[in-house]
């Protein structure tokens, strides 16, 4: 064997013969094996494997070697050979041509198979080890596991590869991550040869032997950093000779010793045992690396490639894509988590830390509901979404809010209570709950669906009912594109205790004014601080806990004496948010009322659809100005709704600014403010709104007359005035571009920034003056400096003139006309100008966090604080009313200013403009009128009543038919309503429901004439459906919604029951349906609308003829021939006329639904003939009941001759 390698190394290329030494060279990657004499077996194992390695170079018949036809790397192995630096000889190819040691031929420890993932065991399934080299570096200092990994956590960390390329987007270029890649070089060459050889000694180290024999992993087979990157190639993984069980590779691998992986592996897994539940991207230079599962669960959801490297799988994204890809990750319920590097490499490579790997922090984490920060809300990159220029971004949904869920079980009582607080941060948005709900969670439901969360927090011990509730939502959720997020927390969080030792610690602790006391805090239910409690931890972990401290944000979720209620079923069953298609606005009430231009106009738009008002006055308010934006010839509210198109999201722009989110670790990093270009675009766009809407004022005093509409854009400009003088202190250019170093205009103020640039231009200045010396040198007096791919300072020199540049400097770059230096001053001195540029880019960014506090950390004017010394005179002037007390930076945090809650109340009026403007648009399409409300009446009076949607969905060339309603509490108040199927009855009684719901809205309603009393409710029960997770069929869940309905409607509410009893036998069906409408005339007396195919219901009329009416659909009947011997029965075939008539139908004639249906021929005879017998059946049993009535009250022969004589 010996022989046979001396003998290759001889005839190998001289870049192999190099790197390939004799005997010695061999017996050190042995690790010792002369000396420790190891089994025989074991070295024939590895002999015998050597040459199965070596089969890539084959002898030739004359003792040349040729590459094996197989082999596709050959020719690649042999040029990276030749182009190997000095440095990288020790690259030698006997590690790749022999690479199983005898010291790593053993039974790993600590690398069994049983911390393998299953998902990994699949992927090993397509690779194999191959024999040739793959060309990498030699191992770099700090890099415990060789490749190319450097002190800043591994030069393929900055330089990249063409396999981590994600997205389809490069890694080249200008990004963000360049400077870091090119120092990252640069330092690496500074390391010198100690810090290599010192690696490598670390590198050829044996592990000690294990007793223990387990399952070989990958690494045991190969040198660290070089077996463990060898290509995947189709086939099995084999075992080397001699040694048992299977090879397998680990994406996560657990047990490892820490000698094992890389130091930024190491520095992984510390971050990854803190966060286990969150997938974390690492910022490794220009680009984000996800490692071991939390790779394979990005590359699949993302589509990018995903490979392994050292210990872990890997795969990476572009910095500057980060949040495309964030909120991609987040949208399918994942939890993300950032983590940045702390140190910046010029300041690093001048520090006593230099030769160390890069410090990294979890810097922000991601949930569906928590997207906010900079890395995920880039305003500038979203306006381009929404001018449809970058079609891959996740936008934000309408709603994004936070639910968190507790129960309460009194069993004195036997009742269940149950606790809600639900939080949008995006928005600053709290909502409170609570309430006793049944075995059904019908309450919870109706809740659930008016919320709309992304995300649910429930402890672990959640009921089962209400865990099969949230299933279903989040199933349903799924289907329409859009999943919801369940968190599960411990129960100790949500135990009154627990929950309220954290409630006072976090209200007493604030000292916000305005921030809500804690007497009030204590003042709520028990439920909601069981609520409260986990919802502040949880919140903590993404420092977004400081939207719970303001009072004005709180409100009660359904509060019975402001909003009409509307049940879960009435949301799904009216389509009053979501069509029942699939899950889209499109088709539903809040879809015919939304015209909005704004995104939060949107959201309260969503609030008043899903709310109705009670009170009678504000519904007039919303009406009269309603009016008035379609009855004035004024100028002023067409420029007032100009304004609002083309605004970013204000509101949420807003709490973005105000959350000022710090970091994870507040050891280290800087806090995660919103960007630049956010607040710039937010601060300007308030601006320019307050004064343009100052410009309006005289013509809106003077002209408008609506109470409401005029208190809203009398109140706004004054609300936004601080914006305009906030932007006089940024400069334009750099707050649109990002660039915090020139952000302030002035630095009078800022005297940390003003030193750091007089030492900037300090430095500058020697390096223009070094000018004259390089003119000496070169003898050219116009010389000057050039700046090429983003490298300053460079001398060039032409290349017929390279004999004058002295010994001792620099090339740096050439091409072929021209060469180009620096001379050892310029290189110190450019180290310094990066250094202090560095510098005042984290100053900068200390400087901007502060200004953030001062914007909207401020007292009100009215607080006259006292005169601020310390705070710049740009800030102290933003206000001239206003007087502020200057204090630090953590005591100026804990204040809390009325800037935010202006600015969130002046977007709140802008919002319901927006609203107003779009219930306007609503209103003029046709035939659409004011209604009539008749506070104190309880009735419905429609004419020429038209369904909203489907009126919108046909357009005006397709004609609607009209109906009429009249419900009057005192008179008839109930209707029966019969018909064909398919006649239309399901669209009138929703038509009458919608039409109550926009007029309570504040809307006006598709009809000619609408006089309707407030209602402080509407229930319904429709359609025929079963409910697998709440574990009910389809009969048990029709009369379950009927019990609620039972026991929730009072006299002022509109009850809607579409066929009940239809799920159980005939006779069961007419007795449930009887008592139950009985009930509701009787006892209820609410108004009611009954669809029934069950005739007997019709005799109700005849019981309670003053407050039942029977109705029906009328239709066309052709009546088919009477069947003969001949000729088969034929179905009926119905003309509907879709139009409410006065009386009940005889049939439903399902048959000609059939038809419709589509029903082969054959079938629809063979019913029609059962269908006449069945009635034949019947008709002669009534007539024999009939007759034998007639026959029992006949007392005299006489009539008994003449009843005879008729009936024979």
Known sequence: MRLYIRKLSVKMPKSIKKSCTTQTSISSYFGGLSSSAPDRNVQSGIIGNSVELCAGLKPGPKGKHKHSPNNNNGGSLLKRAKLAHNGQEKEDMNCEVISWRVDEIRAPSSRGAGSLSSSTLERLKGFVCPSEPQGRGPPGPGNAGGGSEDADGGLEDAGGRPGDVGDGCAHGGNGPGDVEGREAVAHREMTGDKERQKSEEEEWRSPEPSSKKQALGLIQFAKPG????????????????????????????????????????????????????????????????????DAEKAAKQLNIFCHLDHNFMTCSIPTHRLFVHVRRLVSQGHKVGVVKQTETSAIKASGANKNTLFTRQLSALYTKSTLVGEDVNPVHSLVDVEEGECDDVVTDPPESYLLCLSETWDKPRKQLTIGLVAVQPSTGDVLLDCFVDGSTRCELEGRVLKVNPVEILVPSDLSVSSH?????????????????????????????????????????HTQDSGSRPLSSIASLESPVICCLGPLIHYLTEFNLQRVLLHHSSFRHLSCESDGMVLSAPTLRNLEILTNQTDGGTKGSLLWVLDHTHTSFGRRLMRKWVSQPLKDAQSICERQGAVCEILESDSVTLPSVRALLF?????????????????????????????????????????????????????????????????????????????????????????????????????????????????????VLTEIQDHRREVRYTLRTPTLDYVRVSGQEFLIEVKNSMVSVVPSDWVKISSTKAVSRYQSPYLIG??????????????????????????????????????????????????????????????????????????????????????????????????????????????????RDGRHPVIDLLMGEHTQYVPNNTELQGDGRRTLIITGPNMGGKSSYIRQVALVSIMAQVGSYVPATEARLGILDGIYTRMGASDSIYKGRSTFMEELTEASEIVTRATERSLVILDELGRGTS????????????????????????????????????????????????????????????????????????????????????????????EIPEAVLHIAARKAQELKNIVDARRKSKRLFAELWSIDDRKALLDWVQLNS
Not at 728 to 739: M, R, T, W, Y
Request: charged share 20%; aromatic share 10%; glycine share 6%.
């Open 646 to 762: 083309r605004l970013p999201d204000l509101e949420r722009g807003v709490c973005s600014i105000y959350h000022k989110k710090a970091p994870l670790c507040h050891q280290h990093g800087q806090p995660c403010n919103c960007s630049t270009q956010e607040f710039y675009l937010i601060s300007s766009s308030l601006s320019r709104l307050g004064v343009e809407l100052q410009v309006l004022l005289p013509s809106i005093q003077s002209q408008l007359s609506s109470s409401l509409l005029r208190g809203l854009l009398l109140d706004t400009p004054e609300l936004l005035a601080p914006a305009h003088n906030f932007l006089k202190v940024l400069n334009e250019k750099a707050a649109k571009s990002g660039d915090k170093r020139e952000l302030f205009c002035d630095l009078s103020g800022f005297p940390v920034l003003q030193e750091r640039r007089v030492e900037i231009q300090s």
């Open 226 to 293: 070089e077996g463990r990157r060898r290509r995947r190639r189709g086939g099995v993984m084999k075992t080397p000779p001699g040694v048992g069980g299977e090879v397998s590779v680990t994406s996560a691998p657990c047990g490892i010793s820490k000698s094992g992986y890389t130091p930024l592996e190491q520095q992984y897994l510390q971050i990854k045992e803190q966060h286990k539940d969150a997938l974390l991207a690492v910022e490794c230079g220009y680009k984000y690396r996800f490692f071991g599962e």
């Open 1066 to 1157: 005939t006779h069961d069906g007419i007795a449930i349906a009887y008592a139950t409408l009985e009930y509701f005339i009787r006892d209820v007396k609410s108004l009611t609308l009954f669809v029934t195919h069950y005739p007997p219901l019709c005799e109700l009329e005849k019981v309670y003829p003053l407050h039942v009416g029977n109705f029906h659909m009328a239709f066309l009947l052709n009546e088919p021939d009477i069947a003969t011997d001949d000729v088969e029965v034929q179905p009926e075939f119905i003309t509907f006329l879709y139009q409410l008539t006065e009386g009940a139908a005889g049939q439903s004639y399902g048959l000609n639904v059939a038809r419709l249906a």
């Open 468 to 508: 099969r509730l949230l299933q279903s939502i989040v199933t349903a959720s799924v289907q329409a594109g859009d999943g919801v997020r369940i968190e599960k927390r411990e129960s100790a969080q949500f135990d009154f205790a627990s929950a309220m030792n954290t409630v006072t610690e976090f209200y007493c």
């Open 829 to 942: 001195r450019c180290r310094s100008l990066s250094q202090l540029r560095e510098q005042l880019l984290i100053d900068s960014q200390k400087e901007w966090t502060n200004f953030l506090q001062y914007y909207f950390f401020r007292r009100s004017p009215r607080h006259n604080v006292g005169l601020n010394q310390g705070l710049p005179a740009h800030i102290n002037n933003i206000h001239p009313q206003s007087t502020v007390t200057y204090r630090s930076t953590t005591t100026t945090s804990s204040q809390f200013g009325e800037y935010y809650h202006t600015m969130k109340k002046a977007v709140g009026n802008l919002a319901t403009v927006d609203c107003l403007f779009s219930l306007a648009e609503v209103a003029k399409q046709r035939n659409y009128c004011r209604p009539v409300l008749c506070e104190g009446h309880r009735q419905i009076v429609i």
